[in-house]
């Protein structure tokens, strides 16, 4: 998975589901602590003003695309086509996918 700059914040390059399975069931099963940011418009504006935002944001190990200005920009700014992502659709078909428990906080 690459990491793109939209503007100040972070955000992944999802141009397939099956390589963003790969990427989160690999964290699963690492055992690594991390925590999902939904990209869009909105969060990229208050990266650019709050400096805590920003670090909250780009400390994140899946920075997800979530709406249709982080889309865009991918398209405007680097040429590129990117997918909007239901990041707790995903996680539940790589929970099933796998047979992995899923607790749910919330």
Same mark, same amino acid.
């Given at each position: 998975?690459?990491?793109?700059?939209?503007?100040?914040?972070?955000c992944?390059?999802?141009?397939?589901?099956?390589?963003?399975k790969?990427?989160?069931?690999?964290?699963?099963?690492?055992?690594?602590?991390?925590?999902?940011?939904?990209?869009?418009?909105?969060?990229?504006? $208050?990266?650019?003003?709050?400096?805590?935002?920003?670090?909250?944001?780009?400390?994140?190990? $899946?920075?997800?695309?979530?709406?249709?200005?982080?889309? $865009?920009?991918?398209?405007?700014?680097?040429? $590129?086509?990117?997918?909007?992502?239901?990041?707790?659709?995903?996680?539940?078909?790589?929970?099933?996918?796998?047979?992995?428990?899923?607790?749910?906080?919330?």
């Open positions: 998975m690459k990491i793109y700059k939209i503007f100040d914040a972070n992944f390059l999802v141009d397939d589901l099956n390589t963003l790969q990427y989160i069931l690999n964290l699963v099963e690492t055992k690594m602590g991390t925590y999902s940011v939904a990209i869009n418009a909105e969060k990229i504006v $208050l990266c650019e003003k709050d400096e805590k935002i920003r670090e909250l944001i780009n400390g994140s190990k $899946l920075p997800i695309p979530d709406g249709a200005g982080a889309v $865009l920009s991918y398209k405007y700014l680097y040429g $590129l086509k990117c997918l909007k992502v239901d990041l707790p659709k995903v996680v539940l078909e790589v929970a099933i996918e796998h047979r992995k428990s899923v607790y749910r906080l919330g």
